[in-house]
Structures are given as structure tokens and as C-alpha cells.
């Protein structure tokens, strides 16, 4: 697949994120599977530059999670403390932060140990002035953060969800 390619389906995928208003999905048949089988070729060109199959793995993760019954809230929202890669909305109704790590192998180690605690650390601050930010006062239940990880695995990305990661 060549990065113009790539680049359409990243901005495909950027696109469908973008909406705040998502209707919360009765069943995970109903997201769009077309995307994340889109997405998941993507990430296996191997001409991508990191930047782009991290932006990919983001969307690749938040795809996979609608399937789920989830509702994006926001995406790589910044903060002074750093960024917040995804906010979900759950089905039970609570609000994830969900950290997002993109590997193309796991020979350097296993992605979510570079969710040091430094990062956790300033996550929970970044989500502390989402949350008060008053333009996401949102009816839930509770907050969360998560951890999911996306590693190439025989050139498909594998999902590891890891709730209440810390």
C-alpha cells in the first residue's frame, strides 16, 4: 500500500473520530468493519514512517473499541500535562481514558511498558482538566483508564485490552 493510500485512510478514520455525537451502538455489528479491516491493511506497509502506524494503531484501537458497543468522546486531546490519546464513552457508562501503544513486533519489549509511571502520573492530570473542561460535562458512572496495545503479528494488528490498567 503506498502513504498516499495510507494517508486517505488515516484521514478517513480521523474523520469518523471527529464526530462528538456518535450514537451509542446497540451491538458491535453494527460499527463499520470495513474501517478496521481498512485500518488493519494499512498498518501492514512496511514503508510507514512511526508517526504514521502510531496514528494508525490510534485508530485502529478506537475502531475496534466502537465494535465493542463504545462511543468516542475525544481524540489526542493536549493538555500542558501531555496528551490524551483517546476518551471513551463504555457501554456501562463510564468515561475511559484509554492510552494507546503501537508496535509494529514486540522484540523491544511489550508495548504497555512504556506506560511508565511518570506517564500515568501525568495522564491522571490531563484527565483531571478533561473532565472539569466544561464542554465535556457528561452524564456517567465512573472513570477508568485503560491500556490497549497493537502489535503486528504475521502482518494483522493484535489487540491486548488491558481496563483499570492503573
Known amino acids: 500500500m503506498n502513504t498516499s493510500r495510507s494517508s486517505?485512510?488515516?484521514?478517513?478514520?480521523s474523520e469518523a473520530a471527529s464526530h462528538f455525537h456518535q450514537p451509542m451502538l446497540d451491538s458491535p455489528t453494527e460499527a463499520n468493519p470495513?474501517?478496521?479491516d481498512?485500518?488493519?491493511t494499512?498498518?501492514?506497509?512496511?514503508s510507514l514512517a512511526p508517526k504514521q502506524f502510531g496514528a494508525l494503531g490510534e485508530h485502529y484501537a478506537a475502531a475496534w473499541l466502537e465494535r465493542q458497543g463504545w462511543r468516542t468522546l475525544s481524540r489526542n486531546w493536549?493538555?500542558?500535562?501531555?496528551e490524551l490519546d483517546i476518551v471513551m464513552m463504555a457501554p456501562d457508562r463510564t468515561i475511559v481514558f484509554v492510552e494507546v501503544k503501537s508496535r509494529r513486533n514486540a522484540h523491544y519489549?511489550?508495548?504497555?511498558?512504556?506506560?511508565?509511571h511518570s506517564k500515568q502520573v501525568n495522564l491522571r492530570r490531563a484527565a483531571c482538566e478533561w473532565l472539569i473542561d466544561r464542554r465535556n460535562r457528561i452524564p456517567h458512572t465512573a472513570i477508568r483508564f485503560d491500556v490497549v496495545t497493537v502489535v503486528l503479528e504475521l502482518g494483522k494488528p493484535v489487540i491486548h485490552h488491558i481496563p483499570g490498567a492503573f
Open 38 to 40: 481498512q485500518l488493519a
Open 8 to 13: 486517505q485512510i488515516l484521514e478517513a478514520g
Open 34 to 36: 470495513s474501517l478496521v
Open 109 to 116: 519489549g511489550i508495548p504497555q511498558e512504556a506506560v511508565t
Open 42 to 46: 494499512a498498518m501492514a506497509d512496511p
Open 78 to 82: 493536549h493538555t500542558r500535562y501531555g
